[in-house]
């Protein structure tokens, strides 16, 4: 498994960010939790979950990509599994923003909450597919969808926060 020696401290770096940020995201949505206003149940599932649910796949990667594996059949397996998860995932956040009542998304969020989390599981399965023969192009696409993952997710865990502290607090 000397190929995924180079990338164990990428790894571990990534899997500790999400996880920390996966902590950090549950603290700052129940410290805003009383500021909300419930006009539409539907919010949560397609803002607040998947961001969640984003920054777990990465740290599943980390975990996936971490572990002592005696080859790359079953890894590679395991990361695109990963990939078309995400990639159903994706449909389903889709369906629940086109569902919302309250809040018309725009373009920001269709892109942060749906085009490029998609993008990164779709990479995650086709890097999966071409571990097979270009092993070394495919682990930097599955290292390129973590961290697309992970920045979307930030971007996603602030544009929350802000949101509320800033567009909230105007409303009082």
């Known amino acids: 498994m000397t190929a995924l020696a180079g990338w164990q401290n990428f790894y571990v770096i990534v899997g500790s960010s999400a996880g920390a940020l996966i902590g950090l995201q549950f603290v700052v949505l129940s410290l805003i939790a009383s500021r909300a206003v419930r006009t539409d149940p539907q919010g949560g599932s397609a803002f ?4 969640i649910v984003h920054f777990v ?3 599943a990667l980390s975990g996936i990509l971490s572990a002592p594996w005696d080859g790359m059949g079953a890894t590679a397996i395991s990361w695109g599994l990963l990939g078309l998860a995400g990639v159903v995932y994706g449909v389903l956040v889709t369906r629940r923003l086109r569902r919302l009542t309250a809040y018309r998304p725009e373009f920001e969020d269709w892109l942060f909450h749906v085009l490029l989390p ?3 599981y779709v990479t995650l399965a086709v890097s999966a597919v071409a571990a097979l023969s270009h092993l070394r192009e495919a682990l930097f696409g599955v ?3 973590a961290m697309l993952l992970l920045f ?3 971007h996603n865990a602030w544009d929350a926060v802000t949101y509320h502290v800033f567009v909230k607090t105007g409303d009082k």
């Not at 607040?48 to 961001?51: E, G, I, Q």
């Open 48 to 51: 607040a979950t998947p961001t």
């Open 57 to 59: 796949a990465v740290l």
């Open 143 to 145: 290292g390129a969808a």
């Open 152 to 154: 979307s997710g930030i």
């Open 118 to 120: 998609v993008a990164a």
